[in-house]
């Protein structure tokens, strides 16, 4: 049950983080850069055993890759 409620949360965090990354990233980003750099970010922890605090971890690696990927642009 515990596996279960985790799980519901992952995904109801993954969603939220995709709909404000795509708002946050849309000037800069395609929507589909912005959902691979999530998914990569969520994969990162794939093996780990405490669920608690990947989206907040995958939050901000996809963050980061998204402004090396702006900034690289801009170069």
């Known amino acids: 049950m515990a596996d279960e409620a985790s799980s519901v949360f992952e995904e109801q965090a993954r969603a939220q983080l995709t709909d404000q990354l795509t708002t946050d990233f849309a000037d ?18 794939d093996q780990a055993p405490v669920r608690d605090f990947v989206p907040l971890f995958a939050a901000r690696i996809a963050r980061e890759e998204l402004r090396r990927l702006i ?5």
Request: aromatic share 8%; with cysteine; glycine share 0%.
């Open 71 to 75: 900034a690289e642009r801009q170069e």
């Open 28 to 45: 800069d980003c395609e929507p589909d850069q912005i959902i691979e750099a999530i998914e990569r970010a969520w994969r990162a922890f």
